[in-house]
């Protein structure tokens, strides 16, 4: 007999087939018309050998090993019972904030974990640890880190980044330009964070194409968007924007009106672009030789932006390399320049091809989500400075104005994230991380990061306990319902954390004497409750548990960012100092930061094909969202299993340059730099340019000698190469997206892969 249980991941909403206590397969949610393939990944990976089957404990910590010991990663685990685990735990709790203060305990645990909203491991452990006396947390994200630390500068708030941003309905009525930096690759339009139930990424843009708008994707990918693709070098959008605007200004464009209402600063840009500071022009001929976009096309398209009414985008991927800031900000002046915002269509926004549910419209109510308690360490870093934190305690850095120490770190708890998939250099992490004395991971599955801890708890996935799915982009809220007992001995992070705050004497504080059936009641009900105070009326609690999810009505009218800005912008300011666009930033010149100064600059990069690092490492590396899995998730699953070469994750690289490296489509290629290396299975593709390589992010993390920092990656984890710097002093975001290669043939016998399979597990 099959039992039929609604349910959500982040990769969309489905009813599981249960068969014997089994998840059997899947059936996407009947409402969704573009259901995400990755939805046929869950059954595997739900029951995928690499679950963990119970606690462990590394053998050398177990023994009393703590920092300076055998780095992490090469040793067995030894079996442990629930109980001494919880005290294990609890007891490093305590030991480490008695003796060192809360701020030494490292709790940011930054990670997508897993869709329900209550059952969130990174929420769940922030709330433990608050209670318990506090904890170092991560500030921002790594999805744009960087663009929402500048916007408030700029803009005055996040929502052209967070949304909503303009609607699609919107940009097809009245838009007839859409130039995309960064361009849409539909893959990445399966995901939302907290689960969704519609998905239109490609709809709406073939809609939007369809009605009549010009897509361009500037990118150096081809990706999925209908229109035009003009291939731009990595990392030089900044550039080939400044160059538009020269175009702009020579020939009296400007929106000289709308600069003088609405923005502050043009003339620092204007003088700029005329050379006047530096005695470079920035003209489409300097342009041409840094972005590879020859100097016609670029005086083109700026004479389209003005003869058409023109939409900017960008993707959240433009900000995610050196000096990340940069396009971003150019971006919005761009968009002044052209006079358009605050119209309906017009203007500028990110993240259209980013993300499911970017352009779509919902009524701005709040999201089902889990309070966070107040953390008494008042502590925290810029999310990417993590490594730099545990070699430098109590080193001084900067960031968005302030001057900042890091803490002095000794244990790190982590659940529902995997540094082994987000961070960037890797070996050097690897490094760092023999500094902590504890290392505490929740995980359902044996990821790299599970692997370099010290105490493993094996955590249910979503399939296993009760909960709520619930995204800020998408209109069903959903109910995701138990289908499988626990497996093994697999507990619920939430129970994890209620025991150990018991042992500590703060399970009431924690649990605030609620199960968790009676949680989620709570929190639906206070979005229903937010929802019905906006006049929007959605189903009860049960109605909504029983039909299985609960729709938002639409909005009536669409979102129209910056209108009001635009109709009136002394009586409606925006949240800047000026109340206006700051094309120049007073408080960013004055924080005196020579990578990000007063006004969008073009800086190269250490590493992009123009630097001198080229010579030696000829290729840019661009480590995209893979299509085939959310990060790491579902790497074990059928779709990611499925795609991979020779059994690694695949590198994409134009035919001439695999010609001149005697390479061919299906080998096995080694892929360098000085940071390290990793494996790949090789495809041709000329759906990228020249000089550029692609390899998605997301392969787990394969040492060949585990333990051994600097060693191979047989898989293909792309963060074996990237840079680990902040974008700036200003964003400290992560900078993954500017980084040189090489590829060359792997020689020798080609070994296995074993990241899927559980590590050596040691006698009890
Ligand atoms: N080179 C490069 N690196 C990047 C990026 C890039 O573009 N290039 N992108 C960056 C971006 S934007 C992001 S958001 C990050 C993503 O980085 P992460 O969010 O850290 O990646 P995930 O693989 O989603 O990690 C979530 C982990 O939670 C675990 N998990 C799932 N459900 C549960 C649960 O119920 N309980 C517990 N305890 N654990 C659970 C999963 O098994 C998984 O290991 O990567 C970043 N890294
Ligand atoms: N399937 C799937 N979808 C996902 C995710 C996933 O893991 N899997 N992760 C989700 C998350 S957490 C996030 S934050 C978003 C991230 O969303 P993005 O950051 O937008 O995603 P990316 O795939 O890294 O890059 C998008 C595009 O930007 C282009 N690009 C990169 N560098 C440059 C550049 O210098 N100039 C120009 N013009 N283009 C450039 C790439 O070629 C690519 O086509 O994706 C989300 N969607
Ligand atoms: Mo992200």
């Known amino acids: 007999m099959t039992e039929m249980k609604p349910h959500a991941a982040h990769w969309g909403a489905f009813t599981a087939l249960v068969e014997e206590g089994r998840l059997a397969g899947v059936r996407p949610f009947a409402r969704d018309s573009e259901p995400p393939p990755l939805l046929q990944s869950i059954a595997g990976a739900v029951h995928a050998p690499s679950r963990i089957d119970r606690p462990y404990v590394r053998r050398g910590w177990l023994a009393g090993d703590r920092a300076g010991g055998t780095p992490r990663g090469g040793e067995p685990f030894v079996p442990v019972p629930w109980d001494r685990a919880i005290g294990l735990v609890a007891g490093e709790i305590a030991r480490v904030r008695g003796v060192r203060g809360p701020a030494s305990i490292f709790g940011g645990s930054y990670g997508w974990s897993s869709a329900g909203r209550f059952h969130h491991a990174r929420q769940q452990l922030h709330r433990m640890l608050a209670a ?69 990424m490609r709809s709406t843009a073939e809609h939007a194409a369809a009605a009549g708008v010009r897509l361009v994707s500037i990118s150096p990918l081809k990706g999925d968007l209908p229109g035009e693709w003009l291939p731009i070098r990595p990392c030089t959008d900044t ?110 926004g990110f993240g259209y091809g980013s993300i499911a549910g970017m352009g779509t419209p919902r009524s701005s109510i709040p999201s089902v989500a889990l309070p966070p308690l107040r953390n008494p360490a008042a502590s925290f870093i810029p999310v990417a400075r993590l490594t730099e934190m545990l070699e430098n305690p109590g080193g001084e850095y900067h960031y968005n104005g302030r001057a900042l120490c890091y803490p002095d770190t000794r244990l790190i708890y982590w659940a529902g994230g995997n540094p082994f998939h987000h961070h960037q250099d890797l070996n050097r992490l690897l490094r760092a991380w023999a500094r902590a004395e504890t290392i505490v991971v929740h995980e359902p599955w044996w990821t790299a990061l599970a692997r370099h801890a010290d105490i493993v708890l094996p955590a249910t996935t979503t399939l296993e306990r009760d909960d709520i799915g619930s995204s800020g982009r998408d209109r069903f809220i959903l109910a995701m319902h138990q289908a499988i007992p626990p497996q093994r001995q697999a507990r619920n992070d939430f129970n994890i954390f209620a025991d150990i705050a018991d042992a500590l004497g703060v399970g009431d504080r924690f649990t605030e004497q609620r199960d968790p059936a009676t949680w989620l009641r709570v929190l639906y009900d206070r979005t229903r409750s937010a929802a019905a105070h906006a006049g929007i009326e959605i189903a009860d609690f049960d109605r909504f548990w029983a039909e299985g999810f609960a729709e938002i009505p639409a909005p009536a009218e669409p979102a129209v960012p910056f209108a009001a800005f635009r109709h009136d912008p002394t009586e409606n300011p925006l949240n800047t100092p000026s109340g206006r666009i700051e094309i120049f930033s007073e408080t960013i010149a004055g924080f005196g930061y020579e990578d990000c100064p ?116 047989v898989h293909g984890n792309p963060n074996v190469l990237t840079e680990d710097i902040g974008t700036s002093r200003l964003g400290q975001g992560p900078s993954a997206h500017s980084c040189l290669v090489e590829v060359e043939r792997f020689e020798g016998p080609i070994p296995p892969v074993t990241a899927h399979i559980p590590p050596p597990i040691a006698e009890a």
């Open 132 to 200: 318990a006396g506090g904890y170092t947390g991560q500030l921002t994200n790594y999805s744009y880190a960087t663009g929402m630390t500048l916007m408030p500068h700029i803009v005055g708030s996040n929502e052209c980044i967070f949304g909503p941003v303009a609607e699609w309905a919107d940009i097809a009525r009245h838009a007839k330009l859409m130039i995309c930096f960064g361009g849409m690759r539909y893959g990445n339009g399966q995901i939302h964070s907290g689960g969704g139930g519609e998905h239109a």
């Open 239 to 348: 550039a080939l924007m400044l160059a538009l605007a020269h175009v702009l200004l020579e020939e009296n464009h400007a929106d000289q009106d709308f600069l003088a209402r609405h923005t502050v600063g043009f003339e620092h840009l204007a003088a700029y672009v005329r050379g006047a500071p530096d005695g470079v022009v920035k003209s489409p001929a300097w342009a041409a030789p840094i972005t590879g976009v020859p100097a016609e096309t670029i005086t083109a398209l700026a004479r389209e932006c003005v003869r058409l009414p023109t939409m900017l985008t960008a993707t959240w991927a433009l900000q995610r390399a050196q000096y990340g800031e940069q396009p971003f900000w150019m971006l919005v002046a761009l968009a002044a320049m052209l006079g358009g915002i605050g119209k309906p269509g017009q203007g500028f």
């Open 598 to 713: 007063g006004h969008p600059v073009w800086k190269e990069p250490h590493e992009y094909l123009g630097a001198p690092l080229a010579q030696r490492f000829p290729l840019h590396l661009l480590s995209v969202q893979p299509a085939t899995r959310l990060h790491g998730q579902m790497d074990q699953g059928a779709v990611s299993q499925g795609a991979k070469v020779a059994g690694r994750e695949p590198l994409s690289m134009h035919p001439k340059d695999a010609a001149r490296r005697n390479l061919t489509e299906g080998m096995v290629v080694r892929v360098f730099n000085d940071r390290g290396a990793c494996l790949a299975g090789l495809v041709l593709s000329e759906d990228l340019g020249q000089g550029i390589v692609m390899l998605p992010t997301g392969a787990w993390f394969d040492p060949l000698e585990p333990g051994k920092p600097g060693s191979l990656c």
